[in-house]
Each structure stands twice: as structure tokens, then as C-alpha cells.
């Protein structure tokens, strides 16, 4: 009986990590130019030992615009997290996960710019960049409409 | 009977929310602001028995200025895109001397009467908002580069406070016409802004509507002063106790109290009545009036309404 709850709990931890998002450490900055009206244009770094596919660029800069904000102190721009903070990701781990996982919904609101994509190599990984137009007005439609982050409306 | 009383009881529940879920929605209305008016030619002088009183000229930069409607109209699509429309400057000036001319030719039938109206309501018909956003922009000229300083701040007129604001000066350009770089600013601006108005939004749905709620006395003779006493308990401090029972986590502030006048300011008041409908500040200080029109006070008093967030009780009589 142990053995069969161990089995079932190893079952269980290995079934919920096939959907949890796990994206690598990167770093997003304003691109430094406007996009068009709902969109924003952004650059990001992302740093793996591993290859760093076009999805996992596009995660990046859709998790970045939600959760992080960016700034680019060199063209002045500056833009606060599109869901207010990282707290609106922990309230609701399931739908991110799930949101974030490969080829989640997440990759539905970003483009790469084309001939934007450049490759470093520092020590053994590899630092991958990338520009991202993210359709944002349709992204926090979408959210809000799904009930994860909270809109100018929800309390009236 | 008896499936039909069901149903029509599960629609009411069924409905119940959408009747009297949701907290009164503020008014928000664009402006320019005022040193922008002043650096455009919209801001006129008037002497006030000496003094210098300087007013915005609304209409006339409304009418005149098309780079203001450009700015107005791209904030005013911006804010509607989430949801929240906001009221147009320029229709609720038409609107109001549409409605002053309109008052004016109204008469009874039977004995030609006009409309009633007080002098305070005569000084209330303006164009007002429960939040006030203003705009200013500034075009700056170095060589061939240009750049937009734009500034947009939402101001709540009840408690001086500002609610959300965002500022900044963009990448100077060659290339770019002016209009496209006031645009630019605009809707880079936006996002900023709109998320520190979500912040106040989220506190006020936490901690309650803020106002402010003023206590007068009419001056009709009776001697009544706050400092009258009930049960050996001044009325400044019977109606200050009340403030403390009825706000939000018991949170005001009595910033002005005199002989004749209190002033509570930071006043929280819930978003909801106990029956759930919605609360604004006259339906709170309407409970306040009740209060005092109870023994051991039977006090009669007026209320007058300054807007969402913003009510006066007049002691005395109506």
C-alpha cells in the first residue's frame, strides 16, 4: 500500500511539472522604438546552457511585459508591470503554468521581429536576444476577461 | 404556485448581483492643464475685489485648438479600450448651456411659473467630474531634434488628492512630425498612469470611498453650537464617536472643529449599504441626519451634495 501511494505521488509530482512553466533567467528592455497603438516592442536576453528556441523568446517577453515592466534608460522609456506586480502571478499558479507552458496560450500575443534574433556565447551558455512585439491591449483583455488580473472595472 | 414561486425567487437571486453588486462608478473628464492654458493664450485674468483670480478658458480652447482635441480624443479612446469612458469636455459645456437655456424657457401652464432654483444650484452647474485628468505637453526644439514633454495627472477634486499621474520627455527626434510625437507620448504615458489608477481603485474597493463630510449649522437663532451638550457629551464628540462607529476600519480625520463647523477629512466610507446597493457620500451623511433626528438630539438638518465623494450636513432646520 506504501508503495503504491509512493508510485502514485511520484505519478502525480511528474504529471503537474509536464505542465508548470519553468522559462530560463532573461533579462527585457524597451526597444527604444514605439510600436503600433496596443503593442509593445521589446528586447529580450535570455541566458541557457541549453538551446534557446523562438518560443521561449516569446514566453520571455510575454512574462516580462506582465510581470516585470521594462525600461530603457537610454531612450527614457520606462513601463510598470501590465498586471501591477509578481503577486498577480502567485495568486493564480495553475492558470500561469498552464498559460506559460510549451505552446500555451501565452504565445498567442508575441512576434520576433524578423533579423532581430543575435547570439553571444559567455563562458558555456549562451546569451540569446531577441525583439518582441507584444500585442498587450489584447493580452489584458484577454486576462481580465479570465479573471487573473483585475481591470479598471472590476469593482464597479 | 409552488414552482413558480421557486422560479421567480431563484431569478431575483439570480439578478441580485447585478442590481446591487457593484459600487457607483466615478466620472472622469480630460482638461488641459492650467499652465498650458497659460502657455496658449486660454487662461484669462479677472480681479476679484483686488485680487487676482485667473480662470481656464475651456470653451474657447475646445474650439480653437486642434492639437488639444488630437490629445483629449486619443486619451478619452485610450480609456474607453479598458473599459472605463470617460465624460468629453467639449459636449459637456454644450450641455450645460443647452440645459440653462432650456431651464430658462420652461414655464407652468396654469400660472406661468419658471423653474425653481437656488442660488447654490445656479453656482453648481459647471462641468465637474469625479476625477479630473489633466494634460499638458510642450514641444522642445533643439537644432532639428525635437521632443514632447507630456505630463497627464488624474486629481480627485473632493480630496485635493492626486490619483494617478505619469511624466516624461521622449527620445528627441529628426525625423518625426510634432503630432506624431505628442501621440506617441500619449500612449506611452497611458499604460503608467492607468496603473496608478488601478492602485487607487484597489485601495478604495479595500479601505472605502474617500470623502470628505463637512458639519454646519444654520444660523437661525436657536444658539445651537457643537459644544451644546447631550448626557454630558458635546455634540462635536457625540457626531465624531458616529464618524468612528460607520467608516471603514474606523478611519477619518477631524481636521477642522469649531464652535459652528466640523470638518472630517480622509472620511472611508463603505462601497455598500447593508442591503448591498451601492453607497455614495449623501446616502452616508443621510444616516448621520437620521442619527440626529433620534433622542435624546431631534435635530433637523439638510444635506446638501457636492458630488460622489463629497457632502455637506446643515444643522438647524431644511
Redesign the interface.
Known amino acids: 500500500m506504501k508503495r503504491l501511494t509512493l508510485v502514485l505521488f511520484i505519478l502525480l509530482q511528474w504529471a503537474a511539472s509536464l505542465y508548470s512553466h519553468d522559462l530560463p533567467d532573461y533579462e527585457i528592455k524597451g526597444a527604444g522604438v514605439t510600436g503600433a497603438q496596443g503593442t509593445y516592442v521589446v528586447n529580450v536576453t535570455v541566458t541557457a546552457g541549453k538551446k534557446t528556441t523562438d518560443q521561449i523568446l516569446k514566453q520571455c517577453a510575454v512574462h516580462g511585459v506582465l510581470f516585470k515592466g521594462f525600461s530603457n534608460i537610454a531612450t527614457r522609456q520606462s513601463q510598470k508591470p501590465l498586471a501591477g506586480s509578481a503577486a498577480a502571478e502567485a495568486s493564480h499558479p495553475e492558470f500561469f503554468d498552464s498559460f506559460f507552458s510549451e505552446g500555451g496560450a501565452s504565445l498567442n500575443y508575441a512576434d520576433e521581429v524578423p533579423n532581430s534574433r543575435k547570439t553571444m556565447k559567455v563562458d558555456k551558455k549562451k546569451k540569446v536576444s531577441a525583439t518582441i512585439v507584444v500585442n498587450k491591449e489584447q493580452l489584458l483583455k484577454d486576462l481580465q476577461a479570465a479573471g487573473v488580473v483585475k481591470g479598471l472595472n472590476s469593482i464597479f | 404556485m409552488k414552482y413558480r414561486f421557486v422560479f421567480i425567487l431563484t431569478l431575483c437571486l439570480a439578478l441580485m448581483p447585478e442590481l446591487f453588486g ?4 466615478p466620472t472622469l473628464i480630460v482638461v488641459p492643464s492650467d499652465p498650458w492654458c497659460t502657455e496658449n493664450g486660454y487662461m484669462t485674468l479677472h480681479k476679484d475685489q483686488g485680487a487676482d483670480n485667473y480662470v481656464a478658458e475651456y470653451e474657447q480652447a475646445v474650439k480653437t485648438n486642434s492639437d488639444l482635441m488630437n490629445v483629449i480624443i486619443k486619451v478619452q479612446e485610450l480609456m474607453s ?4 469612458p470617460v465624460k468629453d469636455l467639449g459636449q459637456s459645456i454644450k450641455s450645460i448651456k443647452q440645459g440653462a437655456a432650456r431651464d430658462m424657457m420652461t414655464v407652468s401652464r396654469t400660472s406661468g411659473s419658471s423653474l425653481a432654483e437656488t442660488p447654490r444650484e445656479k453656482l453648481l452647474q459647471t462641468a465637474k467630474a469625479d476625477i479630473i485628468i489633466e494634460v499638458y505637453w510642450k514641444v522642445n526644439s533643439t537644432g532639428p531634434k525635437n521632443s514632447v514633454t507630456y505630463s497627464i495627472v488624474g486629481k480627485d477634486p473632493y480630496t485635493e488628492k492626486q490619483v494617478g499621474g505619469a511624466q ?4 528627441p527626434s529628426f525625423s518625426s512630425e510634432v503630432p506624431v510625437l505628442v501621440e ?1 507620448a500619449v ?2 504615458k497611458m ?2 498612469f ?2 496608478q ?3 487607487h ?2 485601495d ?2 479595500e479601505n472605502g470611498r474617500e470623502v470628505v463630510v463637512e458639519v454646519k449649522l444654520f444660523d437661525n437663532g436657536s444658539g445651537l453650537t457643537f459644544e451644546e451638550e447631550y448626557n454630558g457629551e458635546e455634540l462635536t464628540d457625540i457626531i465624531d464617536d458616529w464618524m468612528a462607529k460607520n467608516t471603514v476600519k474606523g478611519r477619518y480625520n477631524l481636521s477642522d472643529a469649531g464652535e459652528t463647523r466640523l470638518k472630517f477629512e480622509q472620511v472611508r466610507i463603505p ?1 455598500y449599504r447593508p442591503n448591498g446597493s451601492a453607497m455614495d457620500t449623501r446616502q452616508f451623511v443621510n444616516q448621520l441626519r437620521k442619527f440626529l433626528q433620534g433622542q435624546p438630539y431631534s435635530l433637523t438638518s439638510k444635506i446638501y451634495t457636492n458630488g460622489l465623494g463629497s457632502a455637506e450636513l446643515v444643522i438647524g432646520e431644511k
Not at chain 2, 22 to 25: D, F, L, P, V
Not at chain 2, 81 to 84: I, L, S, V, W
Not at chain 2, 168 to 171: K, L, N, S, V, Y
Open positions: 457593484q459600487a457607483k462608478k479600450e479598458r473599459g472605463f516624461g520627455t521622449g527620445d506617441e500612449i506611452e499604460d503608467n492607468l496603473s489608477l488601478q492602485a481603485f484597489d478604495m474597493a462601497l
